[in-house]
């Protein structure tokens, strides 16, 4: 797509809908608004511009600025943004070449005033800049379009305000004359003659100038006008200067097309409309047709995959591998091709060498090339740049191609490959699958939390492919976990033979206390079933993760902790009896950069395991013990727990599943003396970062 549109009502968004030709809904995953893509006219005959529109969910400014943002995110192609809808005009009886009417339409070749945004001067309010970025292909399509009404051109209005396919078009009906009424405080006033204005009957003026903008609803006529003769503007709307907001971000332009609807007065109704929506909306299509198409990136032969594939996809399938700039395409080509197509002569980018693969049609596995280059190279990028290229490989096999089995049987196949690649090379073992489910309590409703989570395929790389995130409350957030879990093991069973696999819950500090490796799975079943019974399961600390400040000492300790001889160096916490303070025993913790693993003195449910677990994670400490059961640390459990830190560092792992799979498989009333009910274990590899680009390899 290379031109966005946005509308603010409903209105609005039909109109411009109904005047695009092949008009289809388009959804992604990360992101909540729904599109229409389709095309209109432009000046070279069979080049259409490419379009997509958006309507808002509620009208000011900064919404406009955060759905142009979605909007550009979700299609990086687009080079211009147009604000189509309704407006407030300014009229001018006793000017009657300046007079706007309702109905009519106003361009905003002199820009966008942004009248909330002032300082204060000796001379009075000034606007604080101006706002640049006008799309100046556009504005010079309506200059040629305003010196054609000079010369008395007048646009063919019943073609520009026809539907591009069958749609019912009343409701888009003009209201009659007597609905356009002009006033003076109460007083009625007319409208000078049509003659002098150079208004056509039953059809819009066109009017060429700066329109002004704020979240103001403008009912009051007397600062309508002085707003008017201060800052030179015709007419006055809401959104216009968050979308130029929105794409100054990305260096782009904008350009604003209003119908009027009211004249800012007490007198406002919706009268108007519908007919204004349709004839700003046919007044683009009239500046569209007057301007050539935008360069398109992706321009292919119609054959191959290309042929199936929507232009949004193509666009964001570009975007994503520009970002992969460090990767050699000349390694991946020969794999995809299978060796049968020559790569190109001269140097060419992912994006280049993604438009020729477009082209050509799937090999003999029924896989087609650009969806096989497309996951040879999530195999070589960070872990959050291959979950977005997966994610845009798996919507377009399962929604387009209906190819989900078999690209799920190829990327199993590339995997194993690499690991072989790997084992050749000496190279570390593969991580292994896990899901990350984090969970952050919302801040102003106790109640409610905020989850999303990241699924691990085995191979070399930590590459985590993310979720949405989704609101939802305590009560109810085992039945999202379940969900999750769901989730990954259609994706594991591809993917793991006999391989373990991990359960790693990312909780901030207050949770941490929590005993999710005793939430339940199977929630349906007349006998739901522990997690810990069916996962190693361990938590992780949200904030240290987001906290980079702390994260060269975590590495370190991390780092000591597989020094040969690889093995835990345990701090112990305080024993309650012998009244030490949390300062010394902290320093002492800072000041020994050898120590790996602390073992709390009492549970975090007491004030001085809490501080202890807050000095042990901010001193970069990754593993951390601790039993659940409220007082002091029994004897008993320390030796149980020295005992666990004992050998390899991922020993500790393997023996408390084995204590919590012992706990479960006991009756309820013995369970809860059991050792394993009460052991939490906070196992923290900091490579294992979904926060920062990289991650683990």
């Given at each position: 797509?290379?031109?966005?549109?946005?509308?603010?009502?409903?209105?609005?968004?039909?109109?411009?809908?109904?005047?695009?030709?092949?008009?289809?809904?388009?959804?992604?995953?990360?992101?909540?608004?729904?599109?229409?893509?389709?095309?209109?006219?432009?000046?070279?005959?069979?080049?259409?511009?490419?379009?997509?529109?958006?309507?808002?969910?509620?009208?000011?400014?900064?919404?406009?600025?955060?759905?142009?943002?979605?909007?550009?995110?979700?299609?990086?192609?687009?080079?211009?943004?147009?604000?189509?809808?309704?407006?407030?005009?300014?009229?001018?009886?006793?000017?009657?070449?300046?007079?706007?009417?309702?109905?009519?339409?106003?361009?905003?070749?002199?820009?966008?005033?942004?009248?909330?945004h002032l300082r204060q001067s000796p001379n009075?309010?000034?606007?604080?800049?101006?706002?640049?970025?006008?799309?100046?292909?556009?504005?010079?399509?309506?200059?040629?379009?305003?010196?054609?009404?000079?010369?008395?051109?007048?646009?063919?209005?019943?073609?520009?305000?026809?539907?591009?396919?069958?749609?019912?078009?009343?409701?888009?009906?003009?209201?009659?004359?007597?609905?356009?009424?002009?006033?003076?405080?109460?007083?009625?006033?007319?409208?000078?003659?049509?003659?002098?204005?150079?208004?056509?009957?039953?059809?819009?003026?066109?009017?060429?100038?700066?329109?002004?903008?704020?979240?103001?609803?403008?009912?009051?006529?007397?600062?309508?006008?002085?707003?008017?003769?201060?800052?030179?503007?015709?007419?006055?709307?809401?959104?216009?200067?968050?979308?130029?907001?929105?794409?100054?971000?990305?260096?782009?332009?904008?350009?604003?097309?209003?119908?009027?609807?009211?004249?800012?007065?007490?007198?406002?109704n919706d009268q108007w409309h519908a007919y204004?929506?349709?004839?700003?909306?046919?007044?683009?299509?009239?500046?569209?047709?007057?301007?050539?198409?935008?360069?398109?990136?992706?321009?292919?032969?119609?054959?191959?995959?290309?042929?199936?594939?929507?232009?949004?996809?193509?666009?964001?399938?570009?975007?994503?591998?520009?970002?992969?700039?460090?990767?050699?395409?000349?390694?991946?080509?020969?794999?995809?091709?299978?060796?049968?197509?020559?790569?190109?002569?001269?140097?060419?980018?992912?994006?280049?060498?993604?438009?020729?693969?477009?082209?050509?049609?799937?090999?003999?596995?029924?896989?087609?090339?650009?969806?096989?280059?497309?996951?040879?190279?999530?195999?070589?990028?960070?872990?959050?740049?291959?979950?977005?290229?997966?994610?845009?490989?798996?919507?377009?096999?399962?929604?387009?191609?209906?190819?989900?089995?078999?690209?799920?049987?190829?990327?199993?196949?590339?995997?194993?490959?690499?690991?072989?690649?790997h084992q050749a090379a000496g190279r570390p073992?593969?991580?292994?699958?896990?899901?990350?489910?984090?969970?952050?309590?919302?801040?102003?409703?106790?109640?409610?939390?905020?989850?999303?989570?990241?699924?691990?395929?085995?191979?070399?790389?930590?590459?985590?492919?993310?979720?949405?995130?989704?609101?939802?409350?305590?009560?109810?957030?085992?039945?999202?976990?379940?969900?999750?879990?769901?989730?990954?093991?259609?994706?594991?069973?591809?993917?793991?033979?006999?391989?373990?696999?991990?359960?790693?819950?990312?909780?901030?500090?207050?949770?941490?206390?929590?005993?999710?490796?005793?939430?339940?799975?199977?929630?349906?079943?007349?006998?739901?079933?522990?997690?810990?019974?069916?996962?190693?399961?361990?938590?992780?600390?949200?904030?240290?993760?987001?906290?980079?400040?702390?994260?060269?000492?975590?590495?370190?300790?991390?780092?000591?902790?597989?020094?040969?001889?690889?093995?835990?160096?345990?701090?112990?916490?305080?024993?309650?009896?012998?009244?030490?303070?949390?300062?010394?025993?902290?320093?002492?913790?800072?000041?020994?950069?050898?120590?790996?693993?602390?073992?709390?003195?009492?549970?975090?449910?007491?004030?001085?395991?809490?501080?202890?677990?807050?000095?042990?994670?901010?001193?970069?400490?990754?593993?951390?013990?601790?039993?659940?059961?409220?007082?002091?640390?029994?004897?008993?459990?320390?030796?149980?727990?020295?005992?666990?830190?004992?050998?390899?560092?991922?020993?500790?792992?393997?023996?408390?599943?084995?204590?919590?799979?012992?706990?479960?498989?006991?009756?309820?009333?013995?369970?809860?003396?059991?050792?394993?009910?009460?052991?939490?274990?906070?196992?923290?590899?900091?490579?294992?970062?979904?926060?920062?680009?990289?991650?683990?390899?």
């Amino acid at each position: 797509m290379t031109i966005g549109i946005i509308a603010a009502k409903s209105v609005e968004g039909a109109a411009m809908r109904a005047l695009m030709a092949d008009s289809m809904v388009a959804r992604l995953d990360s992101d909540p608004n729904e599109y229409r893509v389709g095309h209109m006219a432009s000046l070279e005959a069979g080049r259409p511009h490419r379009i997509v529109l958006v309507t808002m969910a509620e009208d000011n400014t900064r919404n406009a600025a955060s759905t142009c943002t979605d909007m550009l995110r979700s299609f990086p192609r687009i080079r211009c943004v147009v604000m189509a809808g309704i407006a407030g005009g300014v009229p001018a009886p006793e000017e009657p070449h300046r007079h706007v009417r309702l109905g009519d339409v106003v361009v905003a070749v002199d820009g966008i005033v942004d009248y909330g945004h002032l300082r204060q001067s000796p001379n009075g309010p000034e606007p604080r800049r101006p706002i640049g970025g006008i799309s100046m292909d556009l504005k010079r399509a309506a200059q040629h379009l305003e010196q054609g009404q000079m010369l008395g051109e007048a646009l063919s209005w019943p073609g520009l305000l026809a539907p591009a396919g069958e749609r019912p078009m009343a409701i888009f009906a003009r209201p009659p004359e007597a609905a356009d009424r002009l006033h003076r405080g109460r007083r009625k006033v007319p409208h000078p003659d049509r003659e002098l204005s150079g208004h056509p009957v039953d059809a819009p003026k066109v009017h060429f100038g700066a329109v002004g903008c704020a979240d103001v609803l403008l009912t009051d006529p007397e600062l309508r006008d002085n707003l008017a003769a201060r800052h030179r503007v015709i007419a006055f709307e809401m959104e216009a200067a968050g979308v130029a907001a929105g794409v100054a971000n990305r260096g782009l332009n904008w350009f604003v097309v209003r119908g009027i609807v009211d004249y800012c007065d007490g007198y406002k109704n919706d009268q108007w409309h519908a007919y204004a929506s349709l004839a700003a909306a046919g007044c683009v299509r009239a500046v569209l047709a007057e301007c050539p198409p935008f360069p398109v990136v992706w321009r292919v032969a119609p054959t191959g995959v290309r042929t199936l594939l929507p232009e949004w996809e193509m666009d964001r399938l570009h975007a994503l591998l520009e970002l992969a700039p460090d990767v050699d395409g000349r390694q991946v080509w020969p794999v995809v091709t299978g060796g049968l197509v020559p790569m190109p002569d001269t140097p060419a980018t992912l994006a280049q060498l993604a438009v020729l693969l477009a082209g050509l049609n799937a090999r003999p596995d029924l896989i087609p090339p650009l969806l096989a280059f497309a996951e040879h190279i999530a195999v070589r990028v960070p872990h959050r740049l291959a979950g977005e290229l997966r994610a845009w490989t798996d919507r377009v096999a399962e929604q387009i191609l209906h190819l989900g089995d078999r690209m799920r049987a190829y990327r199993h196949r590339l995997e194993e490959s690499r690991f072989r690649e790997h084992q050749a090379a000496g190279r570390p073992a593969p991580i292994r699958p896990c899901l990350l489910f984090q969970i952050e309590r919302d801040d102003i409703d106790s109640e409610r939390c905020e989850v999303r989570y990241w699924i691990q395929r085995q191979g070399h790389r930590w590459q985590p492919e993310p979720s949405n995130p989704r609101q939802t409350t305590f009560r109810h957030v085992e039945r999202v976990l379940q969900a999750a879990i769901q989730h990954a093991e259609t994706i594991w069973c591809d993917a793991v033979d006999g391989e373990p696999v991990e359960i790693e819950l990312l909780l901030p500090s207050d949770l941490l206390r929590t005993a999710v490796e005793w939430w339940n799975t199977e929630l349906e079943a007349p006998a739901p079933i522990p997690l810990c019974l069916e996962y190693p399961v361990v938590v992780r600390s949200l904030d240290r993760m987001r906290a980079a400040y702390r994260h060269r000492v975590w590495h370190q300790r991390w780092r000591s902790l597989w020094q040969h001889p690889a093995r835990h160096h345990v701090y112990q916490g305080r024993d309650g009896s012998a009244g030490e303070g949390l300062g010394p025993w902290n320093a002492r913790l800072r000041d020994r950069r050898d120590l790996t693993t602390v073992v709390l003195g009492s549970s975090p449910d007491r004030e001085s395991g809490s501080h202890e677990l807050e000095s042990a994670l901010n001193a970069g400490i990754p593993v951390i013990l601790w039993d659940r059961r409220p007082g002091p640390l029994t004897s008993e459990m320390a030796r149980l727990l020295a005992e666990l830190t004992e050998g390899p560092p991922t020993d500790v792992l393997t023996r408390i599943r084995t204590l919590r799979v012992d706990a479960a498989l006991l009756p309820e009333p013995d369970r809860k003396q059991h050792a394993g009910r009460h052991v939490a274990l906070l196992w923290d590899d900091p490579a294992r970062n979904v926060y920062e680009p990289g991650g683990q390899l």
